[in-house]
């Protein structure tokens, strides 16, 4: 039973719109979460966190949302770039340590 | 920058033989993580370790097992290998309560 959910597997946008990739998660114990990126054939990279105290964080074009009544967050990438298309995995974990992924979602930019 | 190096980048085994996966870490990290990445399903947790010779069990440990008798060092072990263990094996280290730090993966078939 998958405690971190990414419930779209693909998404395509047009360069210099907004990406907006979701996920929802079931364990209310989560206290933590992070999206890592992914390019074929290299391991996962960090790109942005939230602890379960904020509903909001920024790093340039990158901001991450936390819904945690309604247990969901997003990361929106403004303007979408063609060296954003990876795949981008949810994390959630209680203290940040050992961390539950959801299945990926793999963004397409097009120029 | 932090290493993380898995020796192989591709393997190819026998059903029933005995694999060795090694992960090494160059930044002295506590923790320690191997997970495996399959189409639709992203990283499941198979064992983590956060010490020299401490092991917890992921969300799927069934035949695998792991040795950690140097911190730098996480070995996962598949005792005798089955096709359905074909994967993407990822190891990630840490320090506690911190992001993860991904090697590039090996990819695994058993035939």
């Known amino acids: 039973d998958q405690q971190v959910k990414q419930n779209s597997p693909s998404l395509s946008v047009q360069e210099g719109r907004i990406s907006i990739l979701n996920c929802d998660y079931t364990?209310?114990?989560?206290?933590?979460f992070l999206w890592y990126k992914k390019y074929p054939a290299e391991g996962p990279t960090f790109l942005i966190s939230i602890s379960s105290i904020k509903d909001k964080n920024e790093d340039g074009r990158f901001t991450v949302f936390l819904n945690k009544s309604a247990k969901h967050l997003s990361l929106h990438i403004v303007p979408s770039q063609p060296g954003d298309s990876a795949v981008y995995f949810c994390?959630?974990?209680?203290?940040?340590?050992?961390?539950?992924f959801g299945a990926g979602t793999r963004l397409t930019v097009k120029p | 920058d932090v290493k993380v190096t898995q020796s192989s980048r591709y393997l190819v085994k026998r059903t029933g033989e005995k694999v060795f996966l090694e992960c090494v870490q160059d930044?002295?990290?506590?923790?320690m993580f191997w997970y495996r990445q399959d189409p639709g399903l992203g990283l499941r947790l198979i064992y983590f370790s956060y010490d020299v010779k401490m092991k917890e069990k992921g969300d799927i440990p069934e035949g695998y097992s792991v040795s950690r008798e140097k911190k730098e060092r996480f070995s996962l072990i598949l005792e005798s290998a089955s096709t359905n263990q074909t994967s993407m094996y990822l190891c990630?280290?840490?320090?506690?309560?911190?992001?993860?730090?991904f090697g590039p993966g090996t990819r695994l078939t058993v035939t």
């Open positions: 990630a280290s840490s320090p506690p309560f911190y992001e993860q730090y």
């Open positions: 364990n209310s114990m989560f206290d933590y």
């Open positions: 994390a959630a974990s209680v203290g940040n340590n050992d961390m539950r």
């Open positions: 930044m002295d990290h506590e923790n």
